[in-house]
């Protein structure tokens, strides 16, 4: 079981971008994803969720409106459109399994989780 993020970078703030996470060794048709990320000093947040049978998202209040979960079952990704980005979206983003429901974001128990991939929102 593998999943690999990737797409951070840096934007300017109101700028956008798009991460992917590619997941090998399971079907997303039997696990939710879900988007954490990590700021420098501060605890890791969930950010959004894709369930598995039927692909419903979830997003934080923070990124309501802005971020944008999606999945392509024959590519195996799951995708986080992140627009209107801003200062404090700075973090590393990471995406994670979960096959079975538990006490973590989305209520969800995660088993893999991705390598991480760094998001800067500067000018």
């Known amino acids: 079981v593998q999943l690999q993020a990737s797409g951070g970078g840096l934007v300017q703030p109101g700028g956008s971008l798009r991460l992917s996470c590619v997941v090998s060794g399971f079907s997303l048709d039997y696990s939710a994803i879900g988007w954490f990320r990590q700021a420098p000093g501060k605890e890791r947040e969930g950010v959004s969720c894709i369930s598995r049978s039927d692909g419903i998202t979830h997003s934080a209040d923070s990124v309501k409106g802005r971020f944008t979960t999606s999945r392509d079952l024959a590519k195996n990704t799951v995708y986080l459109q992140m627009n209107s980005l801003k200062a404090e979206d700075t973090a590393v983003y990471y995406c994670?399994?979960?096959?079975?429901?538990?006490?973590?974001?989305?209520?969800?128990?995660?088993?893999?989780w991705g390598q991480g991939t760094l998001v800067t929102v500067s000018s």
């Open positions: 994670a399994s979960a096959e079975l429901y538990g006490s973590d974001w989305c209520g969800y128990k995660y088993d893999y």
